[in-house]
C-alpha cells in the first residue's frame, strides 16, 4: 500500500512539472498550449496599376485583389493599388493609405503585399542599388508596424523605343531580371514570403496574349486571376 501510494505521488509530481512545458504522455498533451493562431486575415494590397487592376478591356473589376477575395470570402481583402505609382510613392504614401489599414485585434493578422519595382525602374530608372534600397525601407517599415509582409517579383514589359529613363525593353528586362534574382536569395531580410510572379512563364511572357494585355504591360482578367492565386498560395502559407 505503501508503494502505491510513493507510485501515486511521483505520478502527480511528473503531471506537475508538465504544466511548465508542454509534454505528451500516451498521446495526451499536458501543459500549457501553443499559443493560438490569428483567426482572422486583413490583407491590403499596395502597388502600381498591376495591383490596381488596370489593363483595356476590364479596368479594376478585373483587379487580384477582387479575384482573391473571391477566393478568401471570410477575409477582408483591400485594393491600394494606384495607376503609374512607384516604390517611393508607396513609401510616401504610407503613413496616409497603409498605416491606418493596420488591425490591432490579436485574433486578426495583417497582412501587407507589396509588389512594385517595375515603375520605378521604368520611370526613374535610378541605380538597381537604389532600387533594392527603396523596396527594403517599405517592407521593413510594414514588418516594423505589425504587417506580415508579402512581397512580389516585378515581371518583364515590352514597350517600342525608350523608357522615360531612356534605356529600351531589353535593357529594362535585365534590370528587373537582375532585381529578381536579388530577391530570390534576400527577401526573408525584409518580407516573410515571396510570390515570384516572374517565374510563371505564363505572367512573364508580355506577348502571351491570353494572360497578358495588348499594351504588353498589363494583364487581362485569367492574368490576374493566376496572380490572384499565386497570392493566396502564400497568404495561406503565413
Known amino acids: 500500500r505503501m508503494f502505491m501510494r510513493i507510485v501515486l505521488f511521483a505520478i502527480l509530481i511528473f503531471l506537475s512539472s508538465c504544466a511548465k512545458s508542454q ?8 501543459g500549457a498550449s501553443t499559443p493560438p493562431v490569428a483567426s482572422l486575415k486583413k490583407i491590403v494590397c499596395d502597388g502600381n ?17 477582387k479575384k482573391l477575395q473571391v477566393l478568401l470570402p471570410t477575409t477582408t481583402v483591400i485594393n491600394d493599388g494606384t495607376n503609374g505609382a512607384t516604390i517611393q510613392d508607396m513609401i510616401d504614401q504610407y503613413d496616409a493609405n497603409i498605416l491606418p489599414k493596420y488591425s490591432s485585434d490579436p485574433d486578426t ?3 501587407l503585399v507589396a509588389w512594385e519595382v517595375n515603375n520605378f525602374v521604368y520611370f526613374i530608372g535610378y541605380p538597381l542599388d537604389t532600387v533594392k534600397a527603396r523596396l ?3 517592407c521593413l517599415r510594414g514588418q516594423s508596424d505589425g504587417f506580415r509582409v508579402v512581397v512580389g517579383t516585378p515581371v518583364h514589359f515590352g514597350f517600342a523605343g525608350n523608357n522615360p529613363a531612356g534605356n529600351d525593353s531589353a535593357y529594362y528586362n535585365r534590370q528587373i531580371d537582375t532585381i529578381n534574382t536579388w530577391l530570390r536569395s534576400n527577401y526573408t531580410d525584409f518580407a516573410d514570403k515571396l510570390v515570384d510572379f516572374a517565374s510563371d512563364v505564363r505572367l512573364n511572357d508580355y506577348n502571351n496574349t491570353t494572360f497578358r494585355d495588348g499594351d504588353k504591360i498589363h494583364f487581362i482578367g485569367p492574368g490576374y486571376t493566376l496572380v490572384a492565386a499565386a497570392v493566396r498560395t502564400k497568404i495561406d502559407e503565413l
Open 23 to 30: 509534454t505528451q504522455l500516451f498521446g495526451i498533451v499536458y
Open 49 to 65: 496599376s498591376l495591383t490596381f487592376g488596370a489593363n483595356y478591356s476590364a479596368g479594376s473589376d478585373s483587379s487580384y485583389p
Open 109 to 111: 493578422m495583417s497582412i
Open 136 to 138: 527594403q525601407r517599405y
